[in-house]
């Protein structure tokens, strides 16, 4: 069974950093795509930011140039390095990882979650 761990939030002031990590275990398969997501209160899960496996990243407006997403292939690993932190990214970060494999008929894409990890930014 797949699980992934998520580890590194916690409480920042404002102008602060943290590193989020997700270990994923229980698998004997990469994940073509790993990320993260977040959920503020009253709000919809959005993306923060993705890797994939060869190393492409994509990341949400708000964060760009602020938060910087990498992964351990090896370790089936993904980090989320947060600088300049502000009260708008408080929220629970969720780790993410997919994996598309081919039926024989078709593509499909397994997702996984975490639990989730709490950031709260405030002075």
């Known amino acids: 069974q797949v699980q992934l761990v998520e580890s590194g939030g916690g409480l920042v002031q404002p102008g602060g950093s943290l590193r989020l990590s997700c270990a994923a275990s229980g698998t004997t398969f990469g994940f073509d795509v790993m990320g993260w997501y977040r959920q503020a209160p009253g709000k919809e899960r959005e993306l923060v930011a993705s890797?994939?496996?060869?190393?492409?990243?994509n990341y949400a407006d708000s964060v760009k140039g602020r938060f910087t997403i990498s992964r351990d292939n090896a370790e089936n690993t993904v980090y989320l390095q947060m600088n300049s932190l502000g009260p708008e990214d408080t929220a629970v970060y969720y780790c993410?990882?997919?994996?598309?494999?081919?039926?024989?008929?078709?593509?499909?894409?397994?997702?996984?979650w975490g639990q989730g990890t709490q950031v709260i930014v405030s002075s």
């Open positions: 993410n990882a997919d994996h598309t494999y081919y039926s024989g008929v078709y593509y499909d894409t397994l997702k996984y």
């Open positions: 890797i994939t496996s060869g190393g492409s990243t």
